[in-house]
């Protein structure tokens, strides 16, 4: 059964820093990784998505790498600022449950100016 | 492209009543999920739909919760009666297939009094 872990739980940077979100997951035969934003109260926001046989994506400030063999992603986020204030889920589609997303706790970023 | 259309955005209501969320998918995608998210956790899912038929409600209490996808298109989950640890936000996603991303509703916000 598919394990997802994020670590921190929650984190406090001040504005400009550079920074890693890290996800962990137990069974390695996934389809894809995502990363999502949650803002308080609203739905989810997909950031990234890396499918299997990808390393890397990058959107803007945002970098996410995926090492399937170690089971692990990060999410770095340069040049940090206020409004990245949210929570970022991570979740991976896996191969042995019908490739459904199982998601992580989250990591709560609180970015003060 | 239009995203995930949810509705009500909030719903309050008392323990043993009957309550539905209804959602509307981004046009052609044939996968549909339903997940609750509990606070302070990650999203779980609830159901799966591959078209009208389901793929995976192993999570499903199925005394209580049903959820249907007439046609293909829209869906409808119900919780009938509701109990106070039903409290949680309802999201609603939906995929192309299953190793596609994801797109979320902005989610149901459910209060059990």
């Known amino acids: 059964k598919q394990e997802v872990t994020q670590i921190p739980a929650a984190l406090s940077v001040p504005e400009g820093e550079n920074l890693v979100l890290n996800c962990s997951f137990t069974?390695?035969?996934?389809?894809?990784l995502q990363w999502f934003r949650q803002d308080p109260g609203k739905g989810l926001t997909s950031l990234l998505l890396?499918?299997?046989?990808?390393r890397e994506q990058t959107s803007g400030r945002l970098n996410a790498s995926l090492d399937k063999s170690s089971g692990r992603s990060t999410l770095y986020i340069a040049a940090s600022q206020p409004g990245d204030s949210a929570t970022y889920l991570c979740?991976?589609?896996?191969?042995?449950?019908?490739?459904?997303?199982?998601f992580g706790q989250g990591t709560e970023l609180s970015v003060k100016p | 492209e239009a995203g995930v259309a949810q509705s009500p955005r909030y719903k309050i209501i008392e323990k043993r009543q009957s309550v539905a969320f209804w959602c509307n998918p981004i046009?052609?995608?044939?996968?549909l999920y339903w997940y609750q998210q509990i606070l302070g956790q990650g999203p779980k899912l609830l159901i799966q739909?591959?078209?009208?038929?389901?793929?995976?409600d192993s999570q499903l209490p199925k005394d209580r919760f049903s959820a249907e996808r007439l046609k293909g298109v829209d869906s409808t989950l119900k919780i009938q009666p509701a109990k106070l640890e039903d409290s949680a936000v309802y999201l609603c996603?939906?995929?192309?297939?299953?190793?596609?991303?994801?797109?979320f509703g902005s989610g149901t916000r459910l209060t059990v009094v």
């Open positions: 996603a939906s995929s192309a297939d299953r190793t596609g991303g994801y797109t």
């Open positions: 069974d390695s035969a996934i389809y894809n």
């Open positions: 890396i499918q299997s046989s990808q």
């Open positions: 979740a991976v589609g896996t191969y042995n449950q019908g490739g459904k997303l199982i």
């Open positions: 046009s052609g995608h044939a996968t």
């Open positions: 739909f591959q078209n009208n038929g389901v793929v995976d």
